[in-house]
């Protein structure tokens, strides 16, 4: 079964460095979301892609984090420069179109900021 | 986005017991979502619900949607070791609001 890949799966920095998240969403999958999940809580949706543009982006801070999707395909998330808040789990998903019933989450990554 | 609050935050449920957890909206809904989550992996979606009144049922789950389409309930019969995790409803308006999850813990 095709599946969401993402890395790293886990990453420790330190506050103000910069680090960056690689999603690949299922083949054919058109819509793509990055989401930040603070534990304990449910997942909050940073920005939604439709092919290469941005659909959703208005809970991204836009002053420290950025978001591409050149090809429509694959997708970074960057933070720059990370803060203490920034320590949480980092979900990508794709559905094959925005509004489709079933989103598939990747396996995530846990970033830790020190 | 919409706000979903969830019911109640955390359920330890003796194994072969049934319990119920609720999603509930101040606002009418175009359709909710339903994931689980394990512990420490990520969400798995479940179902959507769309209609009004509407009861689906997935093996020993039951998820209904309100009348009014402002709430949901998950309901879990003869829970196993396996129900263990986070249960999530979302509301979709063309984007996910989730709620943040019933922790679900069984005692064997």
């Known amino acids: 079964e095709a599946e969401v890949a993402q890395s790293p799966r886990y990453k420790i920095t330190e506050k103000s460095q910069a680090v960056a998240f690689w999603c690949d969403p299922i083949s054919g999958h058109a819509t793509l979301y990055w989401y930040r999940q603070i534990l304990g809580q449910g997942p909050e949706l940073l920005v939604q892609?439709?092919?290469?543009?941005?659909?959703?982006d208005s809970q991204l801070p836009k002053d420290r984090f950025s978001a591409e999707r050149l090809k429509g395909v694959d997708s970074t998330l960057k933070i720059q420069p990370a803060e203490l808040g920034d320590s949480a789990m980092y979900l990508c998903a794709s559905s094959l179109a925005v509004g489709q019933e079933t989103q598939y989450f990747g396996p995530g990554t846990r970033l830790l900021v020190l | 986005g919409q706000q979903v609050m969830q019911i109640p935050q955390y359920q330890h449920v003796q194994e072969g017991e049934d319990f119920t957890t609720y999603c509930n909206s101040s606002t009418t809904l175009s359709n909710i979502q339903w994931y689980k989550q394990r512990p420490g992996g990520h969400p798995v979606f479940l179902i959507q619900l769309v209609k009004s009144g509407e009861v689906k049922k997935q093996k020993r789950l039951t998820f209904q949607f309100g009348e009014a389409k402002k709430n949901s309930s998950l309901h879990i019969t003869a829970t196993q070791t396996t129900d263990v995790g986070t249960y999530f409803c979302a509301a979709n308006d063309y984007k996910l609001s989730f709620g943040a999850g019933t922790t679900v813990t069984v005692r064997a």
């Open positions: 892609f439709q092919d290469e543009s941005v659909v959703d």
